[in-house]
């Protein structure tokens, strides 16, 4: 487990650097206004991404956690559900930089930008696929690839002085690249022959034939590890879709109090106000891959085989993995807001002196969001997701609302506020409804049980 968790973490620090690098260089070539502008692009776009992916990455994980190689299923259809879904996005995002003609700089930059929409679905899909797989370096690989490249962009963009329009050029050749590799790390997965993580291999899978069908030999080629029709037969459009709806309403009202105050900036303040909010939000993004990495990454999978076996696995993530997440969420929150002061006008340029003080606001939100998203992995897990979509609702009205009133008053520091306001009452939202709906009146574990638990049953719990 800490071998797996740290290939993950290993790879998100080369993320959290090749972003954060990136920033740096776009901040240091263009000018502030451009910046401001590219950036609150980026943010709209990626916006977007869990509309286009339609929840079918998280889907997936939750139906094959629950049904095993039968869920191959449910690939297909949701495969479809997608691509539609990224169809209709593109265009949207095509028409919306149509809307900014005659500005022919700003219209490039947001068509350019419209491939991440793309790339974006694309890395959540596959990504899903190597959890299932347990292939976690090959995750690895796919998240860092993608900001590499856009490394490169930018290294060219600082190294020829370019414009924002090249910049914008080089993240739609990352993003086409990200697709293609995408889908070649997925072949093995869309044929249904794809060996699953805690689940029997397929021959063993085989020998085992579904009620009423014709009994299989002892042993069987690889294929296609469901067969088609019958009881396996893809579940209709309307299962389909309630399946996946909860994820998309979640993962909008996650992006929502990522992206949405630097677009607001960027629309009442302008470009180069919104660069000081964009700055301190690059940061606060890199810092929360730290639980993204835990739970969605490598826990969920997991957490949804063991909501139906393993009881007591469960109330550990609970009890330790929640408190040690808020706990290591202070610690990071206090260096964030030390070293910020000190380092963002140094990496950043003079110009961005005024991001300290904003990036020490937003590090009070730390602590919530790490705790936060500890129990909202044990809600998803066990069969509240859409209790705790509602909370993250709850949320995102409340940081629109302080956004509403706190932006135009204070600005960008009124922007950083409101984002705490929100963390704050959503983490506690969903504290509250673990503690309820998935804890009860079960005992909590003990240190001991958990020490037990690594020591001794750890490859059972896996």
Not at 234 to 253: D, F, I, Q, S
Not at 382 to 390: E, I, P
Request: hydrophobic share 60%; aromatic share 6%; glycine share 10%.
């Amino acid at each position: 487990m800490l071998a797996q968790v740290g290939l993950l973490g290993l790879s998100q620090a080369g993320v959290t650097v090749a972003a954060f690098g990136s920033q740096v260089l776009l901040a240091r070539t263009l000018t502030r206004e451009d910046f401001g502008s590219f950036t609150a692009v980026l943010a709209v776009v990626s916006l977007t991404a869990p509309l286009a992916v339609f929840g079918v990455s998280e889907l997936w994980l939750q139906v094959f956690g629950q049904e095993g190689a039968r869920a191959y299923r449910w690939v297909g259809p949701s495969l479809r559900l997608a691509g539609a879904a990224c169809a209709a996005l593109l265009l949207g995002v095509l028409a919306w930089s149509a809307a900014e003609l005659p500005d022919v700089t700003a219209a490039a930059v947001r068509a350019l930008l419209a491939t991440v929409v793309v790339a974006q679905a694309a890395l959540a899909l596959a990504g899903s696929v190597r959890q299932l797989r347990g292939d976690y370096r090959g995750l690895s690989a796919l998240q860092l690839a993608p900001h590499l490249g856009r490394v490169l962009v930018t290294v060219a963009v600082w190294a020829a002085g370019l414009s924002v329009v090249a910049a914008a050029a080089g993240y739609a050749v990352v993003a086409v690249a990200t697709v293609a590799a995408c889908l070649l790390a997925s072949r093995e997965f869309r044929r249904g022959a794809m060996p699953l993580e805690g689940h029997p291999a397929p021959a063993a899978r085989a020998a085992v034939p579904a009620p009423g069908a014709v009994p299989a030999p002892a042993v069987v080629p690889a294929g296609p590890a469901v067969p088609a029709g019958g009881l396996d037969a893809g579940p209709r459009p309307g299962e389909l879709l309630g399946a996946a709806t909860p994820y998309v309403l979640g993962n909008v009202c996650y992006l929502l109090g990522i992206h949405f105050g630097t677009v607001l900036a960027a629309e009442l303040l302008g470009g180069a106000e919104a660069a000081l909010l964009a700055v301190p939000m690059a940061v606060l993004t890199a810092v929360y891959l730290v639980p993204r990495v835990v739970y969605q990454q490598y826990l969920l999978g997991k957490l949804h085989r063991w909501a139906g076996s393993d009881a007591e696995a469960v109330l550990l993530a609970y009890r330790w993995g929640s408190a040690g997440m808020v706990a290591l969420g202070a610690v990071v929150a206090a260096a964030v807001a030390v070293g910020g002061l000190v380092a963002l006008p140094v990496v950043f340029g003079p110009e961005y002196r005024d991001a300290a003080p904003v990036l020490a606001v937003l590090a009070l939100a730390v602590p919530f969001r790490f705790g936060g998203a500890a129990v909202a992995a044990l809600l998803t897990s066990g069969g509240l997701l859409r209790r705790k979509v509602a909370y993250q609702a709850v949320g995102a009205v409340v940081l629109l609302a302080a956004l509403a009133v706190a932006v135009p008053v204070w600005g960008v520091r009124g922007a950083a506020g409101a984002t705490v306001l929100a963390e704050a009452v959503l983490c506690c939202l969903l504290w509250v409804a673990a503690r309820r709906g998935v804890v009860g009146d079960a005992p909590l574990p003990t240190w001991r049980d958990l020490r037990r638990r690594l020591s001794r049953e750890a490859p059972r719990a896996s």
